[in-house]
């Protein structure tokens, strides 16, 4: 027996519908993913800085650590530059600001080695922009308020007379866009029993930096494209 002729229509239409409707589905884009969150930023770095140092002090004995001295000027490119390393964001400068004292046994036996030390000098950019201004100030009675003795000279040990006094730790911001910045002393005053010198001329060493670390975040690498 035939089935009847509406049925076999209706058939005929539900499977054409349900072949276009299946059709229509495997013709659809995949669902797309979420985008991936970026990569974390690189941790920061902290390390000893390179620098150039026109006046160089010397190495400490105890601590074996270059000690600089700070010269008076006025043009960036004759203090001591640091350069800083391919970075993101800005960077921070650190470094332990002295005076600096010319050690005598005569005056310490004399009784007339008081000194009282306040130096000033600037962090500036290359082209001269100043991003900070530190001051040292102590005073100088004793053996004891020096911070390290200096290997080279001709003194008792093989020691400079020339020494670090005093301490002060400093901290400079520095914007994400310099490559370099350079250290110029500005003034310095010194306090005696008997009187007050100032010295601000170019070129005279009014200070000494020890320890000097930048901390930043690396620059990304630059990926070449690898070839076909």
């Known amino acids: 027996m035939s089935p009847p ?24 884009p995949p669902a797309r993913r979420a ?3 970026p990569p974390p930023p690189p941790a920061p770095i902290t390390e000893p800085a390179v620098f150039a140092c026109p006046s160089m002090l010397g190495e400490g004995v105890t601590t074996r650590r270059p000690f600089c001295d700070v010269l008076t000027g006025r043009d960036p490119a004759d203090g001591i530059v640091i350069a800083l390393p391919p970075h993101t964001g800005p960077v921070t400068l650190t470094f332990d600001l002295h005076n600096r004292h010319t050690y005598s046994e005569e005056l310490i036996r004399t009784r007339r080695a008081y000194r009282h030390y306040t130096a000033t ?3 500036l950019t290359a082209d001269n922009t100043l991003l900070a201004r530190a001051v040292v100030q102590n005073e100088f009675r004793t053996p004891a308020d020096l911070v390290e003795r200096i290997s080279g000279g001709a003194g008792p040990g093989g020691v400079k007379a020339v020494a670090p006094t005093g301490s002060e730790p400093i901290s400079v911001a520095v914007p994400a866009d310099e490559a370099t910045v350079s250290i110029l002393g500005e003034k310095l005053t010194i306090v005696r029993q008997d009187g007050v010198d100032t010295f601000s001329a170019p070129g005279r060493p009014v200070a000494v930096i020890s320890n000097v670390q930048v901390q930043y975040r690396p ?10």
């Open 219 to 228: 620059a990304p690498v630059s990926r070449t494209p690898a070839r076909r």
């Open 35 to 37: 985008p991936a969150p």
């Open 5 to 28: 002729p509406w049925l076999v229509i209706a058939l005929l239409m539900g499977g054409v519908c349900w072949s276009v409707d299946l059709g229509a589905q495997q013709r659809r």
């Open 121 to 123: 000098i600037g962090v």
